[in-house]
């Protein structure tokens, strides 16, 4: 379900491949003001009757001057709206323009002083010289008629370009990393003074859309939403039951792959929510299908279709149900959805990539545009107990993509032991609410160990905690290595057949947060 309407405000964001791109929607998205990413060989007609105040065309590791290098409709650059290119998004305006580009001898990647011109709309506010964010291999050799000049490096004298009257802008940084010092203020810039933006688009107002919306979608008909115990399936209820009310029912479906007793925990939790929940347990269908499984996009793919079959099977049971409701957010269609462009698909989540192409059942997706942070906000205005808004992401294949290889029941019964160890730690000791996700990993190599004087040969573990705002991008947590200790020999002592735990290092980019 598309939640935005053709009125609202927003920017259009061309993915030219950046692995910044989720970035720049991010800053866009913390002035208050809606955008959306779209493959840069998106279709014009798509938006010919959307509200666009404002075109960014991110960066991209081609180079313009390639002959197979990305482009878009350029019926965009024709398009009566403000501009700003970012690293290839500024040369490809350059070239579109009429500038020509060469392959820089001198090419800046990493902090590099810039200089600019501060009578620029693009640059008000900031110093004439600071630290930005530099990434590219060519440089612009000659300006387009009509462009000046307005940034420049020891090394690049075209280091920022615009053309005042039509009102586009070019950067060779990347101003939605924190490493470019002023980076917030010249998207600011480009947004309230350039495109006039007022910077209106809140979670209130988003509340207020999604309702209206939800209930012109769905009128009388009745909603089954699958409900994991998660931020996400809970915001999602909770909107979907002030827009239809009774006519909400809520599945909670035990696949197997669920964490030590964790099915009695979520609805224990959700008990409060008011919400009409159904237990179903469809373990055997889910390992049945699974077994012998290694590959983890096939392991997604099971998971997501047997999950369809289920809530079809129960809407068939209760009958005259029509749509089916998830959680999905913003970031699971972005890593899910290939483009067929520069950007590659990570991963299909189950609930987006993994779905069957020809299902029963209508999507009602009220969380299809936000972040997790916006998510958890929208949580906070409907008043979703704190215990739920900070419960940490749990991927919905569950276990099975935190156990690497095939899936077995005695793999299965080693890491819901071991998880409980370590999360249950961290709660002791104050740090759960201090990490983003944190969780086990359970490796498919064994090593060599030693027990009581006997030799063992026995599972690695890993421990995995990260720090993220949204989860597109995620720093791993440095825990204390007491804490850490302290984790290793309760799981190694307690937990029958893992004799190693390794402690995962890795930030996403270049990892991802789950190992799968």
Known sequence: MDMSESHTE??????????????????????????????????????????????????????????????????FFEMDVPMLGICYGMQLLAREYGGSLERSQNREYGRARINVDQSTALFERIPDQSIAWMSHGDTIRKLPNGFEAIGSTADVSIAALQNRTRQIYGVQFHPEVVHTEHGNTILNNFLSNICGLSGDWTMSSYIERSVENLKEQIGDNRVLLGISGGVDSAVAALLLKRAIGENLVAVFVDNGLLRQNEENEVLDTLDGLNLHIRRVDASKSFLDRLRGVVDPEQKRKIIGRTFIEVFESEATKLGDIKYLAQGTLYPDVIESVSFKGPSATI?????????????????????????????????????????????????????????????????????????????????????????????????????????????????????????????????????PHDALGEASNLIINNVKGVNRVVYDISSKPPATIEWE
């Not at 993915?15 to 970035?23: A, C, E, M, V, W």
């Not at 208050?32 to 279709?43: A, D, F, G, N, S």
């Not at 009757?49 to 960066?59: A, E, F, P, Q, T």
């Not at 997706?365 to 808004?389: A, M, N, S, T, Y």
Request: proline content about 6%; charged content about 25%.
């Open 347 to 479: 991963k299909s989540h189950h609930n987006v990539g993994g779905l069957p192409e020809r299902m029963n059942l209508s999507l009602v997706e009220p969380l299809r545009e936000l972040f997790k942070d916006e998510v958890r906000e929208v949580g906070h205005q409907l008043c979703l107990p704190e215990h739920i808004l900070w419960r940490h992401p749990f991927p919905g294949p569950g276990l099975a993509v935190r156990i690497l290889g095939e899936i077995t029941p005695e793999r299965l019964e080693i890491l819901r032991q071991a998880d409980r160890i370590y999360i249950d730690l961290l709660h002791k000791r104050n740090l759960y609410n201090k990490t983003w996700q944190a969780f086990c990993t359970l490796l498919p190599i064994k090593t060599v160990g030693v027990m009581g004087d006997e030799r063992t040969y026995e599972y690695v573990l890993a421990l995995r905690a990260v720090t993220s705002m949204d989860g597109m991008t995620a720093d791993w947590a440095k825990l």
């Open 10 to 75: 927003m920017i259009l964001i061309l993915d030219f491949g950046s692995q910044y791109t989720q970035l720049i929607a991010r800053r866009i998205r913390e002035m208050h003001v809606y955008c959306e990413i779209v493959p840069c060989i998106v279709e014009f007609e798509k938006f010919m009757n959307r509200n666009i105040k404002g075109l960014v065309l991110s960066g991209g590791p081609a180079s313009v001057l390639e002959d197979d290098s990305p482009q878009c409709d350029h019926r």
